[in-house]
């Protein structure tokens, strides 16, 4: 199964090449890291998506982070109602007697055009990674020149649903 | 050479008194400060290898002297070090150049961090103005040596040094213990640094992701006494997490308050006495069919700070069946890696057996149990076929055992000769045993116990090592007379690599692929071209004069043991198979 891990670390040289070094090691594999500044000085934030089913596994990923001397925090957010966030820039051949084709059918992705020349749009997209997948799906047909997506972002929802237990009964 | 006045006062201080260099002695560069920092720490020994990276620190010690141990190899001084951390139970300090200075240490490295061992060790590395650049004698040892330290920093500014050397020492030497790496570029250790902003020793740590729990969890507490209280068969498990808690005392008050029989890993020996009636002896591969047959049996498995390795475990799935698993560990990460645990206890190893001593639970009822462990101690006890042609190798340590009275510091290789020393030599005392449990380290035995030497220089220091093993650092032999170290070398020689030989004999038919050494050299010549005295034994009528003689004497000495090629040692459980499955528990 898909987990969403966050992890806060200092932002020392070396600490990305840490934990990815530490997952390599431990045979856990990668499907997305993203990382960047956070709201404290010194302080980064990492998401990565890992393919992970066994529970056990992914308790020990988790440990074995939370061990490294520059990790502040690490959390497995995936159950949480969270806002998972990726941006991508396409670019697809777009010649002049079907733009106005193209932009239409991707309109309710709500692309911006970033960047345009006489054969060729790039847009950038930005949602969830599932839309996104649907978007690059859609524009396939007409001829993908380039695409770099970042990998996912994403921040716990400040609301979290109340487990009551009417609704666990339900469940 | 300046003609600063305080540098002179220093150099005749040299080798007089440290007292007047720490009034006198103002640390004016980067490795001034690191030797200074040291002291602050209480470093009163390094050892280490000099080379052009690290020519600013050893000046500075030369100037403000340190004991340095000069080995002959990079690797004999990371397992001299560990030696001593692991008798002291304190860091051992490590220096080498960069590049290839820094490449020996790897395999002391990762020996330290598998087996938890507290190190600090200081690499050069080129200018910071060439990192980056393939100079010469550059090597990414950050980058190598993450995967394999507890932590590592490199020096950027000289004014973060004292800081960095503070946390090095306190992450090495709390939680779960490990080596601490510096790298410390050639430039940083020259520049001169603002003592306005240089950390001061009595500034606190800042680690905000480092703060090992060593307070045991009320609850988990409850439930264990709980667990004790009920169990019929209990058994504790002591691992290396006793020794590195220093709760020897603990450990056997608990186990006698409580009357719960005990059996040991391989590197957890020492953590009670050695002939203690509730010692059921060493578990795992090699262990005694009693200690295997008590974890197979027992209904509540009580983990004092082993890690579940597989060498101990055998297959996983059926490992403790019937019991409650009870981790008591101070690295979170442990528990649960290899074995599912009924009550984790994340917490230092002395505190978790001081709170379940004042728990004051009423002790379970296995009256049935320890008469039926000592019934099987009694009927399986380790066993060997004397020859009457040939020394085996049992009876070498039995010798050794009986001549040092069990007080002696052993530290080991890997191998047949290990096993043998793990099973025969029973230890009196704590800290006495070293040996290369986790990465099974050849060459480890001998430059381990120059180290433990230094770190008990009154102490019998008797190092077992195979013949193939001594040869990968035997060239630490030249310290033994430069230093005055009577360290005693115990060479059972087989002129083999007699556990890959074993292997081959029992699951590969016999086919002895590259495992025997006919030609090997003369040992005894050998000692002696480093002017310590060299023994042979090649009788077993002639052994116990010899080994009482070298054994006993203040000098060094290098035993070559001959001994029976083709010995095996067991019991033995098969890699992969169940502790059930042992092999060999039965005089044959």
Not at chain 2, 22 to 27: D, G, H, N, Q
Not at chain 2, 145 to 164: E, M, S, W
Not at chain 2, 166 to 185: C, S, W, Y
Not at chain 2, 456 to 468: E, F, H, Q, W
């Amino acid at each position: 199964m898909r987990r969403v891990i966050t992890v806060s670390v200092l932002n020392q040289s070396g600490v990305l090449n840490r934990v990815t070094g530490l997952l390599m090691k431990r045979q856990f594999n990668i499907e997305s890291i993203t990382v960047g500044h956070s709201e404290q000085p010194n302080i980064s934030k990492m998401t990565f998506v890992v393919n992970i089913s066994d529970e056990v596994k992914l308790e020990q990923m988790i440990k074995q982070l939370s061990k490294q001397i520059d990790v502040i925090k690490v959390n497995d957010i995936t159950d949480k109602s969270i806002v998972l966030r990726e941006l991508a820039l396409v670019k697809v051949v777009s010649p002049a007697n079907l733009r106005t084709e193209i932009n239409a059918i991707v309109e309710p992705f709500r692309p911006q055009i970033i960047d345009t020349s006489k054969n060729v749009v790039t847009y950038q997209v930005v949602g969830h990674p599932d839309k996104i997948d649907a978007f690059i799906e859609l524009i396939r047909p007409y001829g993908i020149k380039e695409l770099t997506r970042t990998g996912v972002t994403a921040s716990v929802r400040e609301t979290q649903p109340v487990e009551t237990l009417q609704l666990s009964i339900l469940k | 050479m300046t003609t600063n006045t305080s540098s002179s006062v220093n150099i005749e201080a040299n080798q007089t008194t440290t007292q007047i260099e720490e009034e006198t002695f103002k640390p004016k560069n980067g490795s001034d400060l690191l030797v200074h920092a040291l002291k602050e720490q209480g470093v009163d020994i390094v050892f280490g290898y000099p080379g052009g990276a690290v020519l600013n620190v050893y000046d500075a010690l030369y100037k403000n002297p340190i004991r340095h141990i000069l080995t002959r190899h990079e690797q004999g001084a990371i397992h001299a070090a560990e030696g001593y951390a692991r008798v002291l139970n304190k860091p051992g300090v490590v220096i080498a150049t960069s590049g290839p200075g820094a490449t020996n240490l790897v395999t002391g490295i990762t020996d330290a961090m598998i087996d938890s061992i507290p190190l600090v060790i200081f690499t050069g590395q080129v200018a910071t103005s060439v990192i980056g650049s393939d100079a010469f004698q550059e090597a990414d040892i950050i980058g190598i040596t993450t995967p394999i330290t507890k932590h590592n920093y490199q020096v950027q500014d000289i004014n973060d040094l004292p800081r960095i050397i503070k946390e090095a020492f306190h992450i090495a030497n709390t939680g779960r213990k490990g080596p601490v790496l510096i790298d410390f570029p050639k430039n940083i250790s020259a520049d001169i640094f603002d003592e306005a902003n240089v950390f001061g020793k009595d500034e606190p740590i800042y680690l905000p992701g480092y703060q090992p729990n060593t307070k045991p969890n009320y609850l988990q507490i409850q439930k264990a006494a709980q667990a004790i209280t009920e169990a019929k068969k209990p058994l504790v498990l002591a691992g290396a997490g006793v020794l590195f808690a220093d709760a020897r005392s603990e450990l056997t008050e608990f186990v006698e308050k409580y009357k719960l029989p005990v059996v040991n890993t391989l590197l957890g020996l020492g953590s009670i006495h050695g002939n203690h009636e509730l010692n059921f002896g060493m578990a795992g591969m090699h262990g005694a069919a009693v200690a295997n047959d008590a974890i197979q049996k027992c209904d509540l498995l009580i983990n004092i700070g082993a890690r579940f390795d597989d060498r101990l475990t055998g297959d996983t799935k059926r490992f403790a069946p019937k019991a409650t698993i009870i981790h008591i560990d101070i690295d979170p990460a442990e528990i649960g890696k290899n074995i599912p645990t009924d009550i984790p206890i994340v917490a230092d190893a002395k505190e978790a057996i001081k709170a379940l001593i004042n728990k004051d639970i009423q002790s379970p009822d296995n009256g049935e149990w320890l008469d039926y462990l000592n019934q099987k101690q009694n009927d399986f006890p380790y066993w060997y076929v004397e020859d009457e042609n040939e020394i085996l190798p049992q009876q070498i340590i039995e010798m050794v055992h009986s001549i040092t009275g069990g007080d002696a510091v052993v530290t080991t290789d890997v191998g047949q000769h290990q096993m043998w020393a793990a099973q025969y030599y029973k230890l009196n005392n704590d800290h006495c045993w070293v040996t290369s449990g986790g990465l099974g380290t050849m060459g480890f035995g001998f430059p381990a116990a120059i180290g433990a030497q230094f770190a008990k220089p009154n102490k019998k220091v008797v190092a077992i090592v195979g013949d193939a093993g001594f040869q990968m650092t035997n060239q630490e032999l030249a310290l033994l007379k430069e230093y005055n170290l009577p360290v005693k070398v115990v060479i059972i020689n087989n002129a083999a690599l007699g556990m890959v030989r074993q292997w081959q004999e029992l699951f590969y038919d016999g086919r002895y692929s590259q495992s025997l050494m006919p030609v090997q050299p003369d040992f005894v010549k050998l000692a002696d071209a480093f002017d310590v005295k060299g023994y042979r034994i090649t009788t077993i009528d002639e052994a116990g004069a010899i080994l009482e003689e070298a054994l006993n004497s203040n000098e060094p000495a290098v035993i070559d043991a001959r001994v029976k090629q083709l010995e095996n040692v067991y019991p033995m459980v098969p890699a992969g198979k169940s502790l059930d499955d042992i092999v060999g528990v039965k005089r044959i």
